[in-house]
């Protein structure tokens, strides 16, 4: 498991560039040629959105091995001795997110100083768009992940709600897509948050430092907005 978290696709991204880079060799005074390489590869570079999207697990697992186990610490930094590599592994491991953002700036740049009537601007453009395409899918699965977490970290603090009007599961209602805290007049009042979901609205007081007890919900198809 800790193998799987901590480098998770890594290999395969190495050998899909093996390849990448030998045909961006062969390509870099062909415009067309070279544009092509971003498209006719958008598959294997959304292997990066695996990769992306597990980093900050794998970043919090080898933080805590390195502090916390003793054995895999120095197997690591031993290894790092052996191969000359000064930086902590961590630094080697957040290559790849670099990268991926790297290529569309690359493309950028290209294309700014690229000439309409030249051949090839269309093809640039269009690898363009591709990585910016794959930039937006890494973002949206990474906003979908913390929105889940979020979702089970309120879920876990919550108390006197039965789940089972909301579908079993505050998952059921879809995305958390507003959250926010408002006052509450008259006996009893005090400060509520307000958690909007697709299906539902939630209202919440707060309980200590991280903890909610249930005080209502609407459903959205109930609302009279």
């Known amino acids: 498991a800790f193998l799987q978290i901590v480098f998770c696709n890594i290999r395969k991204l190495y050998e899909i560039h093996l390849n990448i880079c030998n045909t961006l060799l062969d390509s870099y005074d062909n415009p067309v040629q070279f544009a092509n390489v971003f498209i006719n590869h958008t598959n294997n570079f959304r292997e990066y959105i695996l990769y992306c999207t597990n980093f900050p697990k794998s970043e919090e697992l080898l933080q805590q091995t390195m502090k916390n186990n003793s054995v895999t610490r120095d197997f690591i930094l031993q290894c790092q001795l052996q191969i000359g590599h000064p930086l902590p592994l961590i630094t080697y491991l957040h290559k790849p997110v670099q990268r991926i953002l790297k290529y569309r700036l690359l493309l950028e740049q290209i294309l700014k100083g690229?000439?309409?009537?030249?051949?090839?601007?269309?093809?640039?453009?269009?690898?363009?768009?591709?990585?910016?395409?794959?930039?937006?899918?890494?973002?949206?699965?990474?906003?979908?992940?913390?929105?889940?977490?979020?979702?089970?970290?309120?879920?876990?603090?919550?108390?006197?709600?039965?789940?089972?009007?909301?579908?079993?599961?505050?998952?059921?209602?879809?995305?958390?897509?507003?959250?926010?805290?408002?006052?509450?007049?008259?006996?009893?009042?005090?400060?509520?948050?307000?958690?909007?979901?697709?299906?539902?609205?939630?209202?919440?007081?707060?309980?200590?430092?991280?903890?909610?007890?249930?005080?209502?919900?609407?459903?959205?198809?109930?609302?009279?907005?």
Not at 161 to 186: I, P, Y
Not at 193 to 211: A, I, W, Y
């Open 114 to 225: 690229f000439s309409e009537n030249l051949e090839g601007f269309q093809e640039i453009g269009e690898a363009l768009e591709t990585m910016l395409n794959i930039a937006s899918e890494i973002n949206e699965t990474k906003r979908q992940q913390e929105n889940l977490r979020r979702v089970e970290n309120i879920q876990k603090s919550l108390k006197g709600l039965n789940l089972e009007e909301l579908g079993g599961d505050l998952t059921s209602c879809g995305d958390l897509l507003v959250e926010e805290s408002c006052k509450v007049q008259g006996r009893g009042g005090g400060e509520r948050s307000m958690l909007l979901f697709e299906k539902c609205l939630l209202f919440l007081k707060k309980k200590g430092s991280d903890g909610y007890t249930y005080k209502g919900h609407i459903l959205v198809e109930d609302l009279d907005l």
